[in-house]
């Protein structure tokens, strides 16, 4: 992966080309920040361009040898370490899911830990980085190189690194072997072992900005920049978030529908109509109906703050920005904490299997006594 290819983040792109040019890499890097803002993309870039043999002035070439083989993630000088689930006859390395991981990691370099998981079917597992992977990492990084001037050693979410893998990574991490680079990328810096990170250089990953996202939305889905500037309000800086918004949409269609029909039936006080639309979202099953709730209380907040004035703050799109014009004046400080309250007790009683019909019956009747509050 070039640098090119890489969402924004430029100047922190223009800090590690020339941490490269002044032979100031430290051997190991601790890249952070919240999911979406692309730091393994940004990782990837960095060691190809330290690998590659015809470095141009703000990118690696891309057509030596050591770039297209880095650009199928085969390079004999990169390795990677992420976190995998056990398997009947399989070693819990990552080296067993390595094909699942090139694939993904070339499709989209932006992807969440779940998103990873479902690529490897671990269905109800978690996944982890085990003591086996310390044997594996000490092995590789023993060996001498075999084109490049570094090894490279991309290790993702470390802070699923159980605590035997760790401990047995401590002093090759704090003495490597000469040439030998660490790249640590985490979401949760604070839950990676302090043993591991006191032992790498800090480099914090910042959000992705509204245009940054929608310019990369226009270029790499073919969204026109309208919707796309739309979208990348709603993403929170994700990059992630962004696609999810795109892929989602027609989920949000119909979670808006049942938003409008819900408050509407709610304020007229339809007690029959609820208890139909109740059954209705009922026989979505589990997971839909979390989706509902969820943005469910992202509509009460966004109305929310429509009514107090801060329209600048507004994450909606077209359609809701349409009903909460009027909607809006029914949310309000005298029923919004106790309407976002039900709303959140209905979503945790759903997840521990509480009969759904029963739960969003109670909740739909709440919201009908709590919009004339």
Not at 130 to 142: C, F
Not at 222 to 232: E, F, G, P, T, V
Not at 247 to 260: C, D, I, L, M
Not at 352 to 358: A, E, H, P, Q
Request: hydrophobic share 40%.
């Amino acid at each position: 992966m070039k640098f090119s290819e890489v969402i924004g983040q430029e100047e922190l792109k223009s800090k590690l080309i020339q941490s490269v040019k002044d032979n100031r890499v430290s051997h190991a890097q601790l890249f952070y920040g919240p999911s979406g803002t692309g730091k393994l993309a940004i990782a990837l870039a960095y060691a190809q361009y330290i690998a590659c043999t015809d470095k141009q002035e703000n990118d690696s070439c891309g057509v030596c040898n050591s770039c297209k083989k880095y650009s199928k993630l085969i390079h004999p000088d990169l390795h990677f370490v992420f976190p995998v689930i056990t398997q009947q006859g399989k070693q819990s390395i990552s080296d067993s899911f390595i094909n699942q991981w090139r694939e993904k990691l070339i499709d989209n370099a932006y992807f969440t830990y779940e998103s990873w998981l479902e690529t490897i079917k671990a269905e109800n597992k978690q996944g982890s980085i085990y003591k086996d992977e310390a044997k594996e990492i000490l092995r590789k990084l023993n060996l001498k190189t075999f084109e490049s001037e570094f090894k490279v050693m991309i290790i993702w979410l470390p802070e699923k690194m159980n605590t035997t893998a760790a401990n047995k990574l401590l002093k090759i991490i704090e003495e490597p072997p000469q040439k030998t680079l660490f790249i640590l990328i985490s979401e949760h810096r604070e839950e990676v072992l302090p043993t591991i990170s006191s032992r790498t250089q800090p480099i914090k990953i910042r959000r992705l900005t509204n245009d940054e996202i929608a310019t990369a939305l226009n270029k790499r889905e073919s969204i026109d920049l309208q919707r796309a500037m739309l979208i990348s309000k709603l993403a929170g800086g994700s990059y992630i978030q962004a696609l999810y918004h795109v892929q989602a949409s027609e989920s949000r269609t119909n979670h808006f529908n049942y938003f409008v029909k819900l408050m509407r039936l709610a304020y007229q006080r339809n007690v029959k109509e609820l208890l139909d639309l109740a059954k209705d979202i009922t026989d979505e099953g589990r997971e839909k109906q979390k989706a509902f709730l969820s943005y469910c209380l992202k509509m009460i907040r966004e109305n929310f703050i429509l009514n107090n004035n801060v329209s600048e703050l507004n994450m909606l799109l077209e359609p809701e920005q349409d009903f909460a014009k009027n909607f809006s004046k029914f949310i309000t400080q005298a029923n919004v904490y106790k309407i976002t309250e039900e709303i959140e007790v209905a979503y945790y009683h759903i997840s521990r299997n509480v009969n759904s019909r029963i739960v969003l019956t109670d909740l739909f009747f709440t919201i009908m006594q709590l919009l004339r509050v």
